[in-house]
C-alpha cells in the first residue's frame, strides 16, 4: 500500500531511467556535444590567447593593475585576484563559462520534463513501464553528464595550455559545479509552471539575477556591498580562486544548492498531477483587443516578447560596455598585440575608437542574427501550419511575409538604435559628454543598419526560393559572415573573401570615414533580395 | 451559378509521389457533400488547392466561380477553412485567435461566436497551449462558423472531439445547410457523412472512385440479404450473389441489385422463416472500394 501511495520513493518509481536516459542523450547528442565543446573551448582558448597577448609576467601584472581595476569589467567578467595566467583566465572566463554551462543544464532540463509533459509525450512514454520520477532522473543524469564532460574535459585540456594541473581542476569543478547548481534550479522552475516557456523563463530569471548579483558585488569598491556575490553561484566559480590562495570549500555552495534543488524538485513531482504545475496558469482575453486585427498584429504579437528581451539585453550589455571604453587605452597599452586586433576589427588607429567602432559591428552582427530569426519565424509558421490557418483567410502571401518583414526591419533598427545610444550614454556619462555621445554613437550604430537588412533579405530569398533548406541557409549565410567579420583581420584573408561580408562595406564609426556609395549599394542589394524572397513565396506550395 | 467547386482532372505530385492523379469534385451550391476516403487518399491535397496554398500540376480547378490560386485572397472572404490538423500559436487565448481569425476574414457575426462558444463548451480565456486536440479544433471550428462565408471547407473536423461534442457539430452543419451554405466536408468517418451529406464523392490513391447521392451510390451496390429457410436455399452459384455464408438453414450473401428478384425467388421456393434485407452501409461501400482484394482473397465477409 505504501508503495501505491508514494510510486516516487519506491524503486518502481525510476524503473526506465535508464532507457530514458539512453533517450535523452541520443536526442541531444548533437547539441549536447556542440555545447561542451564550446564552453571547453571558450575557457581553454582564452588560456591560450591570454598566454599568447600578455607572454610576460609584466605584462599581465599591467593587465591586472588595470583591467582588475575597471568597474565596469569587472560587472562583465568579475573579480581578479592574483596576476597569472591562471588567475587571468579564471577572470576573463569563469563567471562567462559558468553561464554558459547554466544554460546548458536549463535547456537540457526543462527540456526532457517540462516540454515532453506539455508535448503529452510524457504521458506516451509513462504509459508504458515507467516510473513516476524516471524522466525527472534522466534529465538530471543528462544535465548533470554535460556538466561533468565540461569538468573532465578542462581537467585534461588546460594543464595543456601551461596552467597548474590543481588550479586547472579547482577552475573545472567550478565550473562544473556551477552547471550542477543549476541543474538543481531547473528541475525546480520545471515542476512549478504548467508551460515549458514559463518553466525556462523562471530558471532563466534566476540566472540573470544571479549575474546581476555578482556584478554590482565584484564591481563594488571595498565599502560596497561586495557580499552579494556570495549569493550568486555564478560568483561562486572565481571566489573558490583556483589558481591564487585557492579555497575549494566553497565548491560545497553549488552542490547544495544543486542537492536542495533536486530534493524540492523530487517532493514536488511526487504530489502533483501529470501535466500540472504549482503556479496556476494565468488566463488571458476571452476575445481580442482591437489591436489584434490584422497579419501585422499578429506579427507584432508574436515577435514583441522576444524583441523586448533583445532590448534589454543590448541596453544592459552596450552600456555596460560603452562605460568600459574609458581608460580602454590604458588596458590595451597592456598589449600591443591585443591592441593590434582591436584596430584591426574596429578598423582605424584611435583606440578609444576602434574599440567604439568593434562594440558597434558586434551590435550589428547580433542584430542581424536578430532580424535572421524574424525572418525564418515564416518558414516555422509555415511547418507549423500555423500559416495555413491565416493564409486560408483573405490574407494574401505577400501581406503575411510582409507583415514579418516589417517587424524585422523596424526591430532590428530599434536594437541598433538603442546599442548605440546605451554606449554612447555609457561612455559619455564617464567622460561628461552625455549627450553628443549618444548622438554619435547613435548613428553609428545606425550606419550598421544596410548590411543587417542584407542578412535578413539573404533570409527571406531562401525562405522563398529554397524553402527547405532555408533554415540552415540563412543561419550558416550569417555564422559565415561572423567568422569573417570577427577572425578575417587578424587571419590576414584576402580581400575578395573579406569583401563577401555585408559589415565589410559598412562605415567603422565612430571615427571613420562614411562613403555613401558603399551603403547605397548595400541598401540596393537589400532590396533586391526583399522583393525576391515574396516573389518566390509567390509562386511555390505553401507547406 | 450551380456549382461551387468543380474539379476535373486535377493531378498533383510531390517529387515521384502522385497525390493527385486525375481527381474529379463537383460541389453544388448549397448541399453539404463529403468527401470521403482513408488517410493519404488526397484529401487534405485537394483541399490545400482549393484554397490556393498548393499549385496544381494540371486539371481544371474552379472555386466559387473564381481559380483559387489566382483570386485566392477575393475567394476566401467568401469561405471559411478548417484545418485537419490545427496547430494554433502556444501564446494567444482561443477567443483571441477566434476574433483574429474571423477578423482576417473580413468579419464575424459575435452574437453567432457567442452562441458556438457556449454549444461547444470552449474556453475562450485559455491560452492556446493549454488547448486538447479537440478543444484546439473547436477554436477552429468556431471560427470558422461564425463568419458568414457562403462556403466551408472541413478537413475531418470531428477527428478529435468526443460523441457529445460531434452531436453538436452535425446540429450545427444541419443548421448551415438550412441556410443555404455549401458545406464540403473531407471525412473518414462514414456515420458523419452518411448523417450530414446530400452528396458524396469517395477517393482512393488520388481518384475519385464514387461520386453521388447515397441513394445513387446504393443502386450501384449490392444489397445484404440474411435469410432463414426451411430447406436448404441453392444460392450456390447464382450470377450475382456474393459472399456467400451458408451456415445449416442460414444463408448470408451480397447481391447485385439486378439480381435480386432471382434469389428471392429461391429463398421462396426453400420457405421463408426470416429475412432481412438492407441496403449497405456506406462502411460496407467503403469496404468494397478498398478492400475487396483482401476480401476475394479471404473468401469470406468480416
Not at chain 1, 535523452?24 to 591570454?50: C, E, K, P, S
Not at chain 1, 532590448?311 to 581608460?327: E, S
Not at chain 1, 558603399?518 to 533580395?529: H, M, N, Q, R, T
Not at chain 2, 501564446?91 to 473580413?106: K, M
Request: charged share 15%; hydrophobic share 50%; aromatic share 6%.
Amino acid at each position: 500500500m505504501t508503495a501505491l501511495a508514494h510510486p516516487g520513493r519506491t524503486r518502481a518509481g525510476l524503473a526506465g531511467t535508464r532507457a530514458l536516459t539512453a533517450l535523452a542523450v541520443r536526442r541531444d547528442r548533437i547539441g549536447l556535444a556542440a555545447a561542451v565543446y564550446v564552453i571547453t573551448a571558450g575557457v581553454a582558448g582564452t588560456a591560450w590567447t591570454l598566454k599568447r597577448l600578455y607572454p610576460t609576467p609584466a605584462g599581465r601584472a599591467a593587465l591586472a593593475a588595470t583591467g582588475g581595476a575597471n568597474p565596469a569589467l569587472r560587472f562583465l567578467y568579475g573579480r581578479l585576484d592574483g596576476s597569472s595566467a591562471g588567475s587571468l583566465t579564471t577572470w576573463r572566463y569563469g563567471v562567462w563559462a559558468g553561464l554558459f554551462a547554466a544554460l546548458l543544464a536549463i535547456f537540457v532540463v526543462i527540456r526532457h520534463t517540462r516540454s515532453d509533459e506539455e508535448a503529452g509525450r510524457l504521458e506516451l512514454v509513462g504509459s508504458a513501464a515507467v516510473g513516476r520520477q524516471a524522466a525527472l532522473v534522466a534529465a538530471l543524469i543528462t544535465a548533470a553528464a554535460g556538466a561533468g564532460a565540461v569538468t573532465v574535459l578542462l581537467c585534461a585540456v588546460l594543464p595543456l595550455t601551461g596552467l597548474p594541473a590543481a588550479g586547472s581542476a579547482l577552475l573545472a569543478l567550478g565550473i562544473g559545479c556551477c552547471g550542477l547548481a543549476f541543474t538543481g534550479i531547473a528541475a525546480v522552475a520545471a515542476q512549478l509552471s504548467a508551460s515549458a516557456r514559463a518553466g525556462r523563463g523562471i530558471a532563466l530569471a534566476v540566472l540573470g539575477v544571479a549575474f546581476v548579483l555578482r556584478g554590482v558585488g565584484d564591481s563594488a569598491g571595498a565599502a560596497g556591498p561586495g557580499w552579494l556575490s556570495w549569493l550568486s553561484p555564478l560568483a561562486w566559480i572565481q571566489l573558490t580562486r583556483p589558481f591564487a590562495a585557492a579555497r575549494g570549500w566553497v565548491l560545497v555552495l553549488p552542490l547544495a544548492v544543486a542537492a536542495a534543488g533536486t530534493g524540492l524538485a523530487f517532493a514536488v513531482a511526487d504530489r502533483r498531477d501529470l501535466g500540472a504545475g504549482l503556479l496556476p496558469d494565468r488566463p488571458g482575453r476571452a476575445s481580442a483587443s482591437a489591436f489584434l486585427r490584422d497579419p501585422s498584429g499578429l506579427a507584432w504579437r508574436l515577435q514583441r516578447g522576444a524583441l523586448a528581451g533583445w532590448a534589454a539585453g543590448y541596453v544592459f550589455l552596450f552600456a555596460i560596455c560603452g562605460a568600459a571604453a574609458q581608460g580602454i587605452g590604458q588596458l590595451f597599452g597592456t598589449s600591443s598585440a591585443l591592441e593590434r586586433e582591436f584596430t584591426r576589427i574596429g578598423g582605424q588607429a584611435a583606440i578609444t575608437n576602434a574599440y567604439l567602432a568593434a562594440l558597434m559591428l558586434l551590435a550589428g552582427l547580433a542584430a542581424a542574427g536578430y532580424a535572421v530569426s524574424v525572418i525564418v519565424r515564416l518558414r516555422a509558421e509555415e511547418t507549423g501550419d500555423q500559416a495555413e490557418l491565416v493564409l486560408a483567410t483573405a490574407t494574401g502571401r505577400i501581406r503575411w511575409a510582409l507583415s514579418h518583414i516589417v517587424v524585422a526591419v523596424a526591430g532590428s533598427a530599434l536594437l541598433l538604435a538603442l546599442a548605440g545610444l546605451a554606449a554612447g550614454l555609457g561612455y559619455g556619462l564617464r567622460i561628461g559628454a552625455p549627450g553628443t555621445w549618444a548622438g554619435t554613437m547613435a548613428g553609428a550604430a545606425l550606419a550598421e543598419l544596410p548590411p543587417v537588412l542584407v542578412l535578413a533579405g539573404v533570409a527571406l530569398a531562401v525562405v522563398g526560393w529554397w524553402p527547405r533548406a532555408s533554415v540552415p541557409a540563412a543561419w550558416t549565410a550569417l555564422g559565415l559572415v561572423v567568422v569573417i567579420d570577427l577572425f578575417g583581420p587578424a587571419l590576414q584573408l584576402s580581400h575578395w573573401i573579406l569583401d563577401i561580408s555585408p559589415f565589410t562595406h559598412a562605415p567603422r564609426l565612430p571615427g571613420g570615414p562614411v562613403q555613401a556609395r558603399p551603403l547605397a549599394w548595400l541598401c540596393a542589394v537589400a532590396l533586391v533580395l526583399s522583393v525576391a524572397g515574396p516573389a518566390g513565396l509567390r509562386r511555390r506550395d505553401i507547406g | 451559378m450551380a456549382n461551387a467547386i468543380e474539379v476535373t482532372g486535377l493531378r498533383k505530385s510531390f517529387g515521384r509521389t502522385a497525390a493527385l492523379d486525375g481527381l474529379d469534385l463537383t460541389v453544388r451550391d448549397g448541399e453539404v457533400h463529403a468527401f470521403l476516403g482513408p488517410n493519404g487518399a488526397g484529401k487534405t491535397t485537394t483541399l490545400r488547392i482549393l484554397l490556393g496554398l498548393l499549385r496544381k500540376d494540371a486539371g481544371q480547378v474552379t472555386l466559387l466561380g473564381g481559380d483559387p490560386w489566382r483570386d485566392a485572397v477575393g475567394l476566401h472572404r467568401r469561405l471559411a477553412y478548417v484545418p485537419g490538423d490545427v496547430t494554433l500559436w502556444p501564446g494567444l487565448t482561443g477567443g483571441e485567435i477566434i476574433d483574429l481569425l474571423g477578423r482576417l476574414r473580413g468579419g464575424l457575426d459575435p452574437k453567432r461566436r457567442q452562441a458556438l462558444t457556449e454549444r461547444f463548451e470552449l474556453d475562450p480565456a485559455k491560452k492556446a497551449r493549454a488547448y486538447s486536440k479537440g478543444n484546439r479544433q473547436k477554436v477552429a471550428l468556431i471560427a470558422a462558423l461564425a463568419s458568414d462565408a457562403e462556403l466551408l471547407l472541413l478537413d475531418e473536423p470531428t477527428s478529435g472531439l468526443d460523441p457529445l461534442m460531434e452531436a453538436a457539430f452535425r446540429d450545427t452543419i444541419t443548421d448551415e445547410r438550412r441556410q443555404g451554405r455549401t458545406v464540403l466536408l473531407s471525412s473518414h468517418i462514414l456515420a458523419e457523412a452518411e448523417a450530414l451529406s446530400d452528396r458524396v464523392t469517395i477517393i482512393r490513391d488520388g481518384r475519385a472512385v464514387e461520386t453521388g447521392t447515397l441513394a445513387e451510390l446504393r443502386h450501384l451496390t449490392r444489397v445484404s440479404v440474411d435469410a432463414q429457410t426451411s430447406r436448404p436455399a441453392a444460392l450456390d452459384g447464382l450470377p450475382g450473389v456474393h459472399d456467400l455464408v451458408t451456415d445449416g438453414l442460414r444463408v448470408r450473401a451480397q447481391v447485385d441489385q439486378a439480381d435480386l428478384d432471382e434469389v428471392l425467388g429461391r429463398l421462396h421456393q426453400a420457405g421463408v422463416r426470416a429475412l432481412t434485407c438492407r441496403p449497405p452501409t456506406l462502411e460496407e461501400l467503403f469496404l468494397r472500394h478498398y478492400f475487396s482484394a483482401e476480401r476475394s482473397v479471404a473468401g469470406a465477409p468480416q
